[in-house]
């Protein structure tokens, strides 16, 4: 990851957000998680679900590496510990990281989970993407992006989601903050960033 030419579009903004508004739930693509943990700026405290089995395991490890903590819990079984693992971490001012098409999919289609969240907690969505100018795909659901050495790459922050009791159906709100991320992307292109994104 350290040979990539990363470029962090907005990043002045992202630092002067999360300082004034600890607490916030990020947003992404499952295929985007391999550079996520790498990418975030590691002051502002993260933390992300995970399950409690071997894969889940696996991936805690992985991403406390990067200065990410882990909260346990699924998308089934164990949904309610997970919830109320994200609510208190919340509420002492950790971010909460979120794949709203995770774990199992279909992959860039959005679950319920992120904008329930935002309504239970009141704190506002944070999407984020990155690209690069060369990937490989991983098989799986997800076709996970892998940046190749010696690429250029960039991490972009979409428009900031507030989600109140009357707001539209979860999947328009996600697809809001795609649009969004797509739009920032799109300026990035047009002031000599270089890079498309999807």
Known sequence: ?????WRRANRRALDEFMAAHPGTIV????????????????????????STHADGRMMAACIRRFGVGTIWGSSNRSALSGLRGMM??????????ITPDGPRGPACIAAHGAVALARLSGR???PL???ASSCWRAGGWDRMMIPKPFSRGRLVMGPLIHVSGDAPDHARVIYRAKAGIRRGAIRWNNTGGGLRHR
């Open 124 to 126: 506002p969505i944070l």
């Open 27 to 50: 947003v992404f693509w499952h295929e985007r998680l391999f550079a996520m943990p790498y990418l975030w700026p590691s002051r502002h405290a993260l933390c992300a679900l995970q």
């Open 1 to 5: 990851m350290t040979s990539i030419r």
């Open 129 to 131: 993407s990155w690209s």
């Open 88 to 97: 208190r971490a919340l509420d002492e001012g950790r971010s909460v990281a």
